[in-house]
């Protein structure tokens, strides 16, 4: 996936004020950043949630920012996991995971449901699949969105704040779930508060200020000597 440029604003607003990037095939990229600086804007122009005001946004060689993309063929391939896991609270685990897939893909009920129990084992969850979400712990219900958004088989998953919401002893389950997707060769981009998680799985950080690309670089270089003032300021606040 390449960023070329990308501004948005919202109204007079200026959001993301020209970020460039590649993630690469398989790479896992955490961005960090203090709060409004525009990574959850950053990563909903990814898969077109937002439109971006310019710039281009690639991927597997086609451009998906010009306006004859079918956008929606777009989010197809592109898993989004959000901080309030937004699951469907009238459908079952199962019926979670495999809606889109059935109604969206066409796949039967069987080979949805077929999947759907691979990836729901995958993630620890096989004795919940008949549950309703509200029975469910929000570690677990994240744990689903995740197994949805991946029942979907797409090339990129994007995470914004996937821990956020939950209670201490519930970030860490969640976080296992990433770890070993990204290990499976996932390309995965995170916006996240979890520096250590951050530092320990991504292959690169991206840290954003004021809808700015401040730095792109290996996490340990970023967190051991960050080259910007901004970005040794946030550190020495959130570490
Ligand atoms: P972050 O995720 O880094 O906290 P956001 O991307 O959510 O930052 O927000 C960046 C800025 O854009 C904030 O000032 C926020 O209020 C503004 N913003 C985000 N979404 C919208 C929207 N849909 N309409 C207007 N302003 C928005
Ligand atoms: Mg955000």
Not at 39 to 48: D, I, M, Q, V
């Amino acid at each position: 996936m390449q960023v070329k440029n990308l501004y948005k604003s919202f109204g007079k607003l200026q959001v993301l004020k020209g970020i460039s990037t590649t993630i690469n095939k398989g790479e896992v990229i955490s961005i960090i950043g203090p709060s409004g600086s525009g990574k959850s804007t950053f990563l909903r122009c990814l898969n077109l949630l937002e439109a971006p005001t310019s710039g281009e946004i690639w991927m597997n060689h086609e451009e998906i920012t010009n306006p004859k993309t079918d956008i929606l063929k777009v989010r197809q391939n592109v898993g989004m996991v959000f901080q309030h896991f937004h699951l469907f609270p009238h459908m079952t685990v199962l019926e979670n995971v495999t809606y889109a897939p059935i109604t969206v893909k066409g796949l039967t009920k069987e080979e949805a449901e077929t999947k759907g129990y691979e990836l729901l084992k995958s993630v620890g969850l096989s004795e919940k699949a008949n549950e309703y979400p509200n029975r469910l712990s929000g570690g677990q219900k994240q744990r689903v969105a995740i197994a949805r958004a991946l029942a979907m088989s797409p090339d990129v998953m994007l995470f914004d704040e996937p821990t956020s919401a939950l209670d201490p002893e519930m970030v860490k389950e969640v976080l296992e779930v990433m770890k070993s997707l990204a290990h499976t060769g996932m390309t995965m981009a995170i916006v996240t508060h979890e520096m250590g998680f951050a530092r320990e799985v991504a292959d690169r950080v991206l840290f954003l200020d004021d809808g700015k690309l401040v730095e792109d670089a290996n996490p340990n270089e970023f967190f051991q000597s960050p080259k910007s003032t901004r970005a040794k300021e946030f550190l020495e606040k959130v570490l």
